[in-house]
């Protein structure tokens, strides 16, 4: 729905208006608002700041309408102003017009030209709305992503990755904030936002000190996937770090920090999951591998980082691991055997 501002003085204009305009304003496609001059209007403006247009007699007691045109444009700079005035007001107009007006209507007024240059202004305004939340848009974009990354999303070659999906040898590991879900039954949202945007930027340096990429945040959870050389070697030394970390960190809010964390590596399927519908696509990873890593956290207790039993063949010679023995997970016919990381 749009909200228009008609200022005028002249009484039966607001009766013509809603009866010209009644089908429209029955469809919820527009509504008014009227104001008898200038002060009434910048009064309506603030009490309806989401008024999209405003249609502004020239010639009002206590404030006329080049003085509300240049209040608006202080107000709300997103509003538009069309100005409607006699003939006789031709220099009055051209000075509305070089004051930001947008467009203008005489008097007597024809409606059907008046709906026109309504629906025409009507079309700016969105447009200009579209194109400032793009700006924003980009503006956040700017902030999460790097410089270079910006660069290739404008490349044909960044299109054409977005169609390629592959199989990959790569680590996954799944990191949980243990029992975050009761401090966010206590505590404020904005406590619990704070605390866990802490956390999760502690883990993340982690993780992009040892290569890694944040594939996703779930919750209180995050997924980061490790891809290249000595990549599961990685990936413990990322997991390694944040537990340590994670449990130096002091009691907040009554709540003392840990994390489980599970890791698996192998093949999986790497290209872009979501929907199209949506407009919404992660480029990420998926597969047994995937799923496995996410059940071993869920098997891991507080302060544990456990792996699979091939995983632990992998990297023996390098770290401290310790069996944990058989279970039986989650959509998994076999048992299979764990072991926890140590150091």
């Given at each position: 729905?749009?909200?228009?501002?008609?200022a005028?003085?002249?009484?039966d204009?607001?009766?013509?208006?809603?009866?010209?305009?009644?089908?429209?304003?029955?469809?919820?496609?527009?509504?008014?608002?009227?104001?008898v001059?200038?002060?009434?209007?910048?009064?309506?403006?603030?009490?309806?700041p989401?008024v999209?247009?405003?249609?502004?007699?020239?010639?009002m007691?206590?404030?006329?309408?080049?003085?509300?045109l240049?209040?608006?444009?202080?107000?709300?700079?997103?509003?538009?102003?069309v100005?409607?005035?006699?003939?006789?007001?031709?220099?009055?107009?051209?000075?509305?017009?070089?004051?930001?007006?947008?467009?203008?209507?005489?008097?007597?007024?024809?409606?059907?030209?008046?709906?026109?240059?309504?629906?025409?202004?009507?079309?700016?305004?969105?447009q200009?709305?579209n194109t400032?939340?793009?700006?924003?848009?980009?503006?956040i974009?700017k902030?999460?992503?790097?410089?270079?990354?910006?660069?290739?999303m404008?490349?044909?070659?960044?299109?054409t990755?977005?169609e390629?999906?592959?199989?990959?040898?790569?680590?996954?590991?799944?990191?949980?904030?243990?029992?975050?879900?009761?401090?966010?039954?206590?505590?404020?949202?904005?406590?619990?936002?704070?605390?866990?945007?802490?956390?999760?930027d502690?883990?993340?340096?982690?993780?992009?000190?040892?290569?890694?990429?944040?594939?996703?945040f779930?919750?209180?959870?995050?997924?980061?996937?490790?891809?290249?050389?000595?990549?599961i070697?990685?990936?413990?030394?990322?997991?390694?770090s944040?537990?340590?970390?994670?449990?130096?960190?002091p009691s907040?809010?009554?709540?003392?920090?840990?994390?489980?964390?599970?890791?698996?590596?192998?093949?999986?399927?790497?290209?872009?999951?979501?929907?199209i519908?949506?407009?919404?696509?992660?480029?990420?990873?998926?597969?047994?591998?995937?799923?496995?890593a996410q059940?071993?956290?869920?098997?891991?207790?507080?302060?544990?980082i456990?792996?699979?039993?091939?995983?632990?063949?992998?990297?023996?010679?390098?770290?401290?691991?310790?069996?944990?023995?058989?279970?039986?997970?989650?959509?998994?016919?076999?048992?299979?055997?764990?072991?926890e990381?140590?150091?």
């Amino acid at each position: 729905m749009t909200k228009i501002l008609v200022a005028d003085d002249e009484e039966d204009l607001e009766i013509l208006i809603r009866q010209k305009f009644r089908q429209k304003i029955r469809e919820q496609q527009y509504e008014f608002v009227f104001a008898v001059n200038g002060n009434d209007a910048l009064a309506k403006m603030i009490e309806h700041p989401d008024v999209s247009i405003v249609l502004s007699d020239i010639n009002m007691p206590e404030m006329d309408g080049l003085t509300l045109l240049t209040k608006l444009g202080e107000l709300n700079p997103m509003t538009k102003t069309v100005m409607v005035s006699a003939y006789g007001d031709m220099d009055n107009i051209r000075t509305a017009m070089n004051l930001g007006a947008f467009d203008f209507v005489t008097k007597p007024i024809n409606f059907k030209d008046l709906e026109m240059t309504m629906e025409k202004t009507i079309h700016h305004v969105i447009q200009l709305k579209n194109t400032l939340n793009a700006i924003k848009e980009n503006n956040i974009l700017k902030m999460y992503v790097d410089k270079n990354v910006l660069n290739f999303m404008a490349t044909k070659e960044y299109e054409t990755s977005l169609e390629e999906n592959e199989t990959i040898e790569a680590s996954v590991a799944f990191i949980d904030i243990c029992g975050f879900t009761a401090i966010s039954e206590k505590e404020d949202p904005n406590t619990v936002v704070t605390l866990i945007n802490n956390y999760f930027d502690l883990m993340v340096k982690e993780i992009i000190a040892q290569d890694g990429i944040v594939d996703k945040f779930m919750g209180d959870c995050i997924m980061a996937v490790f891809k290249g050389d000595y990549n599961i070697d990685r990936a413990i030394d990322a997991c390694l770090s944040i537990r340590n970390k994670i449990n130096s960190l002091p009691s907040d809010h009554s709540f003392t920090p840990q994390v489980s964390i599970g890791i698996n590596s192998g093949e999986m399927i790497s290209g872009n999951i979501g929907s199209i519908t949506l407009k919404r696509l992660d480029y990420t990873v998926i597969g047994d591998t995937v799923n496995t890593a996410q059940r071993l956290q869920s098997a891991a207790e507080n302060g544990q980082i456990v792996i699979s039993e091939s995983c632990y063949e992998k990297v023996k010679q390098s770290f401290h691991c310790e069996k944990i023995g058989s279970k039986r997970l989650k959509n998994k016919e076999e048992e299979v055997i764990l072991y926890e990381v140590l150091s």
